[in-house]
């Protein structure tokens, strides 16, 4: 069984950075795809960023320019820089792989940014 851990979350002010993190434990044998999404309060889960096993990456046009995503094969870790945030940022933020064949989420980490 996989299990994903977020970190990194909390509160910030308008224009200011947070990075998050995701780290996957259990019966891995090859993660495919890891990408971020979002949740704000009454709106859908929304695709962030995504980067595949090659370092391929995808990013919502909301964050293009802002977030960087990256990904540690070795250690089965995910990254999401997040610069110039903007309080339409604020959102519970997951992370969610592709760990050989079954897709796994995260718990959900709270990124707040404040005007």
């Known amino acids: 069984q996989v299990q994903l851990v977020e970190s990194g979350g909390g509160l910030v002010q308008a224009g200011g950075s947070l990075r998050l993190s995701c780290a996957a434990s259990g019966n891995i044998f090859r993660i495919n795809v890891m990408g971020w999404y979002r949740q704000a309060p009454g709106k859908q889960r929304e695709l962030v960023a995504t980067i595949s096993s090659g370092g391929g990456t995808i990013y919502a046009d909301s964050v293009k320019g802002r977030f960087t995503i990256s990904r540690d094969n070795g250690k089965n870790t995910v990254d999401l820089q997040m610069n110039s945030l903007k309080p339409e940022d604020t959102a519970v933020y997951y992370c969610?792989?592709?760990?050989?064949?079954?897709?796994?989420w995260g718990q959900g980490t709270q990124v707040t940014v404040s005007s």
């Open positions: 969610r792989m592709i760990v050989d064949t079954t897709l796994v």
